[in-house]
């Protein structure tokens, strides 16, 4: 199956910065989704997205599926946005792969 | 609402004891799936089901199981023969192989 990698494992930032997540899979991928897992453990839907550019408010996310790698960017991060970011892909007759994910802490 | 439920949100098991976890879904999803996951880690895919009455192991199915009598319901199984079950679990549905949703999850500990 697929392996994933994120990059990178932890992440500080001062609360009003920008950030950029990396997502790298092994091979093609037809379905690729980002999650926030936040403090609860609740995973929460940001993109479904297996190619192009899609923007949510402040997040936005790219998948180059060519190169077999996804961006999700923040700006203006706010300490809620703090947790973990995970992607996760699937080629067909498979199921879902999870990346290690990235922890994010936003400070005050 | 539509949406995933799981219950109970903690759980505390016995050595040697089942338990079982519940997963309720109202998103009409065909497919459903079992995750754990343990501390400062990924999700691993314990089970999932692509249909009713079927289901196939995941990497890590190993002292679990699982029924799907309903397309709603998948509830899991944590048997004795899991050494170590003490782990977040997570439930998911989706439509195919398309966007996946998540439960809120339950954490299970052994004592």
């Known amino acids: ?108 | 609402d539509g949406g995933i439920t799981q219950s109970p949100k903690y759980l505390f098991r016995k050595e040697g004891q089942n338990v079982t976890l519940s997963c309720e879904q109202n998103l009409n999803h065909d497919a459903m799936y079992w995750y754990r996951q343990d501390p400062g880690q990924g999700l691993r895919l314990i089970y999932y089901s692509q249909i009713v009455n079927d289901f196939q192991k995941g990497d890590i199915a190993e002292g679990y199981s699982v029924s799907r009598e309903k397309k709603e319901s998948f509830p899991l199984t944590v048997t004795s023969a899991q050494k170590n079950p003490t782990a977040f679990y997570l439930c998911a549905s989706s439509s195919r192989v398309d966007t996946q949703y998540f439960g809120p999850g339950t954490r299970l500990t052994v004592l």
């Open chain 1, 1 to 108: 199956g697929i392996q994933v990698e994120q990059s990178p494992p932890d992440l500080i930032l001062q609360e009003g910065a920008n950030s950029t997540l990396r997502c790298n899979f092994s091979d093609s991928v037809n379905n690729l989704q980002w999650f926030h897992q936040n403090p609860w453990g609740q995973l929460i839907n940001l993109f479904y997205i297996p190619s192009g550019t899609k923007q949510n408010g402040r997040l936005s996310a790219t998948t180059v599926a060519t190169e077999r790698y996804s961006l999700l960017y923040i700006s203006s991060s706010q300490t809620t946005d703090s947790g973990v970011y995970f992607c996760a892909g699937v080629n067909y007759g498979q199921n879902f792969v999870f990346g290690p994910g990235t922890r994010l802490s936003v400070l005050p």
